[in-house]
Every structure is written in C-alpha cells, then in structure tokens.
Nanobody, 125 residues
Framework: QVQLVESGGASVQAGGSLRLSCAVSGDTASINRMVWFRQAPGKEREWVACIGTASGSTYYDESVKGRFTISKDNAENTLYYLQMNMLKPEDTAMYYC?????????????????WGKGTLVTISS
C-alpha cells in the first residue's frame, strides 16, 4: 500500500505562484509514476502532469506546459512537488496527487493505483 498526502493549496491572485507538495509513504518501490490531477467545480478530474520516479522524466498537459513544473525532492522518492506559476482563474480546482504502478498511461485516471485526498487551489482575477 502507498499513502499520499497533499499540501500547499491556497487562495492567490491571478499571475501568482504556488507550490504543492505530495508526501509519499508505504511501498514506494512499487510505483513508477507520480501524477498530479485536478478537478474544477462541476468538471471531471483531469490530468495535469507526471514524473517518472526513477527516470525523473516529466510530462505535462498542454494547458499547463511552460507554467507548471513537476519535480521530486529526494532519492528516496518520498516527496514530490508541483510548482505552479502564472496562475489563471481557470486553474482553480482541487489538486490530487496520484501514484501508479507499472502499466497504463500516466494521463489516465483509471491507471492510477493510489490517490491522495486533495488540496484546494483558488485563483482570483
């Protein structure tokens, strides 16, 4: 089992920045991708970014490319970040950290094996 805890959500003005964190514990060796999703009010949960736990390779949805950066903090793969810059009102959402074992695409909700409870980001214009 893997446990995920997000933090860092807040209310900021458009154009500002936030850094979300995801603390990972448990059987971290079983996962190969850490992923961020978000869900805006009244909308489906959508993929934002993912990172390979061993390779460090990163992938982004087009809507955040160039503004968001996913990273990991340590060789133990227990802390991950989502740096969000140039925030827009449409970035307002609950942000979820997810973890995936090998198999499936990191952009697919159904491929995720573990989920955190989310952290709320609100961007005002």
């Amino acid at each position: 089992q893997v446990q995920l805890v997000e933090s860092g959500g807040a209310s900021v003005q458009a154009g500002g920045s936030l850094r979300l964190s995801c603390a990972v514990s448990g059987d971290t060796a079983s996962i190969n991708r850490m992923v961020w999703f978000r869900q805006a009010p009244g909308k489906e949960r959508e993929w934002v970014a993912c990172i390979g736990t061993a390779s460090g390779s990163t992938y982004y949805d087009e809507s955040v490319k160039g503004r968001f950066t996913i990273s990991k903090d340590n060789a133990e793969n227990t802390l991950y970040y989502l740096q969000m810059n140039m925030l827009k009102p449409e970035d307002t959402a609950m942000y979820y950290c997810a973890a995936k074992r090998p198999g499936g695409s990191c952009s697919q909700r159904s491929a995720m094996n573990y989920w955190g409870k989310g952290t709320l980001v609100t961007i005002s214009s």
